[in-house]
T-cell receptor, first 112, second 113 residues
């Protein structure tokens, strides 16, 4: 069965500082990996996805993520955080079938 | 144009009532989903339809019944609502399987009182 662990429940970061959100997955074959962002009261928006190829993936809003097979990780990074990045972030894993499994989410707070 | 639209956005109802949530997508996707997000923000899949055929039916009470009249619409009907049904329900769609990711609607916040 596929699963995702996001070890950090809540992260606080200063505006302009860098951000890294951790994601570990469990899947028997090559996974399809995703990061979504959910702003308060909104639906989930896809930030980026990894299928194969280059293990460093660029997404929207200045985010990037790196797939490390040896560590079963897909961590999300942003070099300089803006106040508008305050949101809930979800990592998800799929196997090419119809089901995405989501992690429990990481809440990001940005302080001025 | 909203890609995946859900109605209503908010729903407050009494225990024991029956209610429906509607979802429509204009992306031409073949697959639609219902997810439930609980108070701790955890997202759990409930149902999925591919071209009007039910393909995922997780462990969900029989009081929940999805219906897909065509591949652009997926509705969720809930009978005999209980307090524990209070949550945010998200509709999503995808092109084929999950490999392209989902496009989500903005959610329906259901509150049962």
């Amino acid at each position: 069965a596929q699963s995702v662990t996001q070890p950090d429940i809540h992260i606080t970061v200063s505006e302009g500082a860098s951000l890294e959100l951790r994601c570990n997955y469990s899947y028997g074959a090559t996974p399809y990996l995703f990061w979504y962002v959910q702003s308060p009261g909104q639906g989930l928006q896809l930030l980026l996805k990894y299928f194969s190829g280059d293990t460093l993936v660029q997404g929207i809003k200045g985010f990037e993520a790196e797939f490390k097979r040896s560590q079963s990780s897909f961590n999300l990074r942003k070099p300089s955080v803006h106040w508008s990045d305050a949101a809930e972030y979800f990592c998800a894993v799929g196997g090419g079938d119809y089901k995405l499994s989501f992690g429990a989410g990481t809440t990001v707070t940005v302080r001025a | 144009d909203t890609a995946v639209s859900q109605t209503p956005k908010y729903l407050v109802t009494q225990m024991g009532n029956d209610k429906s949530i509607k979802c429509e997508q204009n992306l031409g996707h073949d697959t639609m989903y219902w997810y439930k997000q609980d108070s701790k923000k955890f997202l759990k899949i409930m149902f999925s339809y591919n071209n009007k055929e039910l393909i995922i039916n997780e462990t969900v009470p029989n009081r929940f019944s999805p219906k897909s009249p065509d591949k652009a619409h997926l509705n969720l009907h809930i009978n005999s609502l209980e307090l524990g049904d209070s949550a945010v329900y998200f509709c999503a769609s995808s092109r084929g399987g999950s490999d392209y990711g989902y496009t989500f609607g903005s959610g329906t916040r259901l509150t049962v009182v």
